[in-house]
Nanobody
Framework: VQLQASGGGLVQAGGSLRLSCTASGRTFSTYAMGWFRQAPGKEREFVAAISSRGAISYAESVKGRFTISRVDAKNAVSLQMNSQKPEDTAVYYC?????????????????WGKGTLVTVSS
């Protein structure tokens, strides 16, 4: 599975961005998907995840502001980011897991995209 993330860019605090991730292959609907981010000098952290059945989990820091969704017919998962804060600045990665659950740990994912940079200015 190859993952390609897009949609990053520069946004002012309070603004919105929508990240998209498309996947190769015919079995996308069976994968659990997740978004992680890594800020400069920090470890990669969980942002949001969605299982193959649509179960969803969010990091506390983004609850109520970010929304993860998937469109299996398009092999795509998206992350709508609203009310953004400077601390959301990071490289965002999408990831895919062959498992059937909803996963918050990076080690649960089998495939990773290259990441897209999101910068939120104050």
């Amino acid at each position: 599975v190859q993952l390609q993330a897009s949609g990053g860019g520069l946004v002012q605090a309070g603004g919105s961005l929508r990240l998209s991730c498309t996947a190769s292959g015919r079995t996308f609907s069976t994968y659990a998907m997740g978004w992680f981010r890594q800020a400069p000098g920090k470890e990669r952290e969980f942002v949001a995840a969605i299982s193959s059945r649509g179960a969803i989990s969010y990091a506390e820091s983004v609850k109520g502001r970010f929304t993860i969704s998937r469109v299996d017919a398009k092999n795509a998962v998206s992350l709508q980011m609203n009310s953004q804060k400077p601390e959301d600045t990071a490289v965002y990665y999408c990831a895919a897991s062959r498992g059937s659950g909803v996963y918050t740990r990076a080690g649960s994912y089998d495939y990773w995209g290259k990441g897209t940079l999101v910068t939120v200015s104050s």
